[in-house]
């Protein structure tokens, strides 16, 4: 339809509607949000609202569907969390120019851009992301607008793509910003998930047009403060995060204060399929927190302390001087219960003052908020007493400001109990502005005659029943029952009639409602004007409120590690640059809390030179993937700076953790449990070192018993002799013929998880100990999980059967005995023919891996026969 055909409202939705063609355009009309046209369909499907039309010409109407504005936050959330963009269109000024509102989108919410504390989890950072990728290389810039944490990384070589992968795990980020160019493929990695794509226009990433971008907004001559120089990638990733705030929250950029780069060398790297497998944040099965590493260990009080400690959990330190800093004030809050004790006590009054800082700084600060910013800065002087002095604490004391001129401007400028609204008076302090004490003193005579109203009247008129009220719609009014009308005075003005009561006004009253309403008025914009001048001089110490926060975050985590380690008896770990791990008595922080009927079990576990690979056996059940679990998360727990779950334990650090436990299908991307487990365990002997922790559980399983076999023993092999490898690995199996490689390979050692026999029952002992298991138990399993009694005799039949025919591991056909005698000729235990084997050797087609696993072998051989 023409614009000239169209209302006034119509033609002013549209020019607000072209300029966000991608959002949801939520336009205020009076008490209302309302949209219109495709949005109105959108949000009536989406939000389950009732869907009407609007006449907007002659005979034209069109859909529409509207929210109420004391809602809209709910509205709004359920939107974004399916992944849309709502742009927020408000009336701005008081007054109608040509008959009409003047409105205009103030900003526009994205999955990656909420800040109203209704639709945020109080303890998880809501990251934006942007990604920039080229050959080999990908840029990766992250920002959260609620805290004001701006981050940039490069990231180089042939594994540009899964360090990517990793960090984006890491994260777990709402929104991504990506080149239009690269949108349409997606991003090269697996995405977290509940990570929405947001495609930008190529140029938003140009490297120059991003730099300007950055250089405009922190009013720079150069990002080499910043340390982006030589980082082209970076620098687009974090110019398209500015350029797309600049556009999306208009005014709410002032809390990116600052830029920070960094590498992901500084940190151990842990992929996606760890992350789960160790469930460090979340469950895999419930995705809940209470169950995970997280959820043992967070005791923090307040909501950034919470924050803090899910970034560390994610990114563990390689620093060892870093992590030596947090332990040393862990420890002075272990030793000392009753401190510990009294700084909770601070801290439950203290308010999220890292998000709060922000929300003043962009002017989404209530009168409330700003109490809360006064008892928290409060809180301070208490906790700095109580600090001074201790050994392990000084960084906290050094960073905490109390920040006495905000404490003292809000103190002296908000009422101690405010409206939690600017639409109320009572916000500023009497006292605190001349300018407005007056306009309330000229109107409290005014307040004071209609106050005592009530009761003159009563007495002249005689109408003991006589009210004084006020409505929005009439102001102020006298109400006289009818049974009394035949006694109201000639001066009443009868305004309104009810059922049983008539209304009236008198001109002296009037003329006082006149004087309440103008100086109402004109109080609530002084109040206005004085608040946002407060905020704005509370918002230049900005940056004293971000470092006052960061300490107090610390300190949470710190009371919160500390406390967790005297409840669960967890111990110090000694940090060493060395390449060892040594833990005595380890258990498992996780199952051990939530174990109520029996004690946890705890286990050594050490590895030498003689002893870089552990082949674990053991029947399900028996707590094989407990040990290989609890391993790992001791070792995580000592690179946050945490105590650990132990008698002892020495931890050399380790560069990164990797872990092959389960498998799922991956269906949405055509890929079976067996490929999913090739593809982890490839992931793992790509890009482990020397310095990694390697956790495998059943390697192979997801196939035939000899395809199985072959791949468990080749990834063995790999493990052990390739001269960037040899990590720290622990290989739990159900293929017992794998315990023949500690004959062979003299890196490997044998290991299993106990069990006692009693009858045809079995007991698990959970305890590990040398050498390898002789039997599966797997009918004894069986048994133990109810499977029918015939089914479990009929399985025992067939196992004594295959155990007389020697066959349960051999091939039928000759051909296939042939093949499998030359394959496994490792485990046969009849006489190796040594020199025929040597001559036989094929060298010009071995791989180098192939020849040193030879070799060892032929030199195993050799000594044996020496022996006898």
Known sequence: MAKSSVTPVRKQYLDIKKQFPEAIVFFRLGDFYETFDQDAETAARELDIVLTSRNVAKNQRVPMAGVPYHAVESYVARLIDKGYHVAICEQVGDEPVRGLMQREVVRVVTPGTVVEPALLDEKRNNYLVAVSLGEGQAGLAFADITTGEFAATQLEGQDAAVKLGQELARLTPRECLLAESWAEGGLPVDAPNNLHLTPLADWRFDPD???????????????????????????????????????????????????????????????????????????????????????????????????????????????????????????????????????????????????????????????????????????????????????????????????????????????????????????????????????????????????????????????????????????????????????????YIRKQTLVNAERYITPELKDYEVLILNAEEEISALESRLFKEVCGEIAAHHEGLLTTARALAW????????????????????????????????????????????????????????????????????????????????????????????????????????????????????????????????????????????????????????????????????????PRLSPKTLFATHYHELTEMANILPGVANYNVSVAEQGESIVFLYQVAPGGADRSYGIHVARLAGMPPSVVERADDILRELEAQDNIWRPGTPEEREAYARQMALFDTGPHPLLEALKGLNIEEMSPLDAITKLYELQRWANEEDRE
């Open 209 to 491: 047009h991003a730099a300007q971008a950055l250089l405009d907004h922190f009013e720079a001559a150069s990002l080499g403060a910043f340390g982006l120089e030589g980082l082209p990638l970076a620098i687009s990733a974090a110019g398209a995060i500015v350029q797309y705030l600049q556009e999306t929250q208009r005014g709410s950029l002032a809390q990116l204060t600052s830029l920070s780069t960094y590498t992901t060398g500084d940190f151990m790297m842990l992929d996606a399929a760890t992350r789960r497998n160790l469930e460090l944040t979340e469950t895999i099965r419930g995705r809940t927190v209470r169950g995970s590493l997280l959820g043992v260990l967070d005791r923090t009080t307040t909501a950034m302390g919470g924050r803090t400690l899910r970034r560390w959990v994610s990114q563990p330190l390689l620093d060892k001087k870093r992590l030596e800093r947090r332990l040393d004030a862990v420890q002075a809050l272990y030793d000392d219960a009753t401190t510990r004790a009294h700084a909770v006590e601070h801290l439950r009054e203290v308010s999220d003052l890292e998000r709060l800082a922000n929300r003043i700084a962009t002017g989404h600060a209530g009168p409330r908020e700003l109490v809360s910013l006064q008892t928290t800065l409060e809180r301070v002087p208490d906790l700095l007493a109580l600090l001074e002095g201790r050994a392990g604490l000084e960084r906290v004391v050094e960073t905490l400001d109390p920040l006495e001129p905000v404490v003292a401007l809000v103190a002296a400028a908000i009422a101690d109990d405010p409206p939690a609204t600017l639409n109320t008076s009572g916000v500023i302090r009497r006292g605190f502005s001349p300018e407005l004490d007056e306009v309330i003193e000229a109107s409290q005579h005014a307040r004071d005659w209609i106050a005592n109203l009530e009761p003159v009247e009563r007495e002249r008129t005689g109408i003991k029943n006589l009210k004084v009220g006020y409505n929005k719609v009439f102001g102020y009014y006298l109400e006289v029952t009818k049974a009394n009308a035949e006694r109201v005075p000639e001066d």
């Open 555 to 722: 300190l949470d985590v710190f009371a919160s590690l500390a406390e967790v380690a005297a409840r669960e008896g967890f111990v110090r770990p000694a940090l060493t640059d060395e390449d060892v791990l040594d833990i005595r008595q380890g258990r498992h922080p996780v199952v051990e809390r939530l174990l109520t009927e029996h004690r946890f079990v705890p286990n050594d576990t050490q590895f030498s030179e003689t002893e870089r690979i552990h082949v674990i056996t053991g029947p399900n059940m028996s707590g094989k993937s407990t040990v290989l679990r609890q391993v790992a998360l001791i070792a995580l727990l000592a690179q946050i700076g945490s105590f650990v779950p132990a008698e002892a334990a020495t931890i050399g650090l380790v560069d990164r953790i990797f872990t092959r436990i389960g498998a799922q299908d991956e269906i949405h991307a055509g890929q079976s449990t067996f490929m999913v487990e090739m593809l982890e365990a490839a992931n793992i002997l790509h890009h482990a070192t020397r310095r990694s922790l390697v956790i495998l559980d059943e390697i192979g399983r997801g196939t035939s018993t000899y395809d199985g076999l072959a791949i468990a023993r080749a990834v063995v092999e790999y493990l052990h002799n390739h």
